[in-house]
C-alpha cells in the first residue's frame, strides 16, 4: 500500500494477509521511517517469518498476528529468537518486544494489548454506540451493552466482569494451560491446540526465559552505584 508522509503523527497499525511488493516498500522506507507505523502479518503464510525479521532489521516497528488457519511453529520460533537476542539492531517485533518488556516476577501479561483485544485497556464500539470486547465480538454483533453511557461504569457490566475473570477457569479442570509455567505470559490464548507439548509451550516458556534474562539485566542496571568522590 502507499503511504503517505500526511500520517504523520497518526500512529497506525497494519493488519495485512502478506508482504506484497518488495520493491515498492523499498521505494517508501524512507516515509515509514518518519511515521508511527507498525505492521502485522499473518502467522500462516511461511514467507511471512524472513519479511518480518526483514522489516525489523530495516527499523520497521512490527509483528506477527496468529491466524486461526496455522502457524508455523518453528518459524515462529526462529523469529522470537531474533527478536529477544538478535545482536544486530533491529525494531520491535510484537508480542515478544512487548512480553519481554513488560515482564514482571509476580504478575501476569496479557499481548492482547499489542492487538487491541485486552478489554482492561480497549473496548470496541459500533457505529451506532455499542459496546464489544473485541473486534470479532464487534464484527458478529455481540455485544455487552447496547449504552455508550455505560461506558464509564463499565467494570459494573456484568458481562465484563464475568470475561475478566475466565482466566479462573483454567485451574479448575487442570488441563495443559494450568501446568504450564509459561502461563502468566501466555494466558492461554493457544487453549484449544491439541498438540501444545511441540508447539505453544516450547516458545512460551523459551519466551519467558528472555523476558527473565531482560528483566535480571534491567535491575542490575537500577541497582548500580557510582563511587562517590
Known amino acids: 500500500m502507499r503511504v503517505s508522509e500526511k500520517w504523520e503523527g497518526i500512529p497506525i497499525h497494519i493488519f495485512a494477509h502478506r508482504f506484497g511488493n518488495f520493491m515498492q516498500f523499498i521505494e517508501q522506507r524512507t516515509i515509514y521511517h518518519k511515521l508511527s507505523v507498525r505492521v502485522f502479518l499473518s502467522s500462516e503464510i511461511e514467507s511471512n517469518y524472513k519479511d518480518l525479521q526483514i522489516l525489523s532489521s530495516l527499523g520497521i516497528e512490527c509483528g506477527v498476528y496468529f491466524s486461526d488457519k496455522a502457524i508455523q511453529w518453528d518459524k515462529l520460533g526462529d523469529l522470537m529468537y531474533y527478536a529477544a537476542y538478535g545482536k544486530v539492531q533491529h525494531a520491535g517485533i510484537e508480542p515478544f518486544d512487548f512480553l519481554i518488556k513488560k515482564f514482571e516476577y509476580n504478575s501476569p501479561i496479557d499481548f492482547s494489548n499489542v492487538y487491541f483485544e485486552n478489554p482492561q485497556q480497549y473496548l470496541h464500539i459500533s457505529d451506532d454506540g455499542k459496546i464489544a470486547l473485541s473486534a470479532i465480538d464487534l464484527h458478529i454483533g455481540k455485544f455487552i451493552s447496547e449504552d455508550l453511557n455505560e461506558i464509564d461504569n463499565i467494570e459494573q457490566n456484568e458481562l465484563y466482569k464475568k470475561h475478566l475473570n475466565n482466566w479462573q477457569n483454567y ?49 542490575n542496571l537500577k541497582q548500580k552505584e557510582l563511587c562517590q568522590p
Open 171 to 219: 485451574f479448575m479442570n487442570l488441563g495443559d494451560c494450568s501446568c504450564c509455567p509459561a502461563w502468566r505470559i501466555c494466558l492461554g490464548k493457544f487453549h484449544k491446540l491439541e498438540d501444545k507439548k511441540t508447539t505453544c509451550q516450547p516458545l512460551f516458556n523459551d519466551l519467558m526465559e528472555a523476558a527473565e534474562l531482560f528483566y535480571e539485566k534491567k535491575s
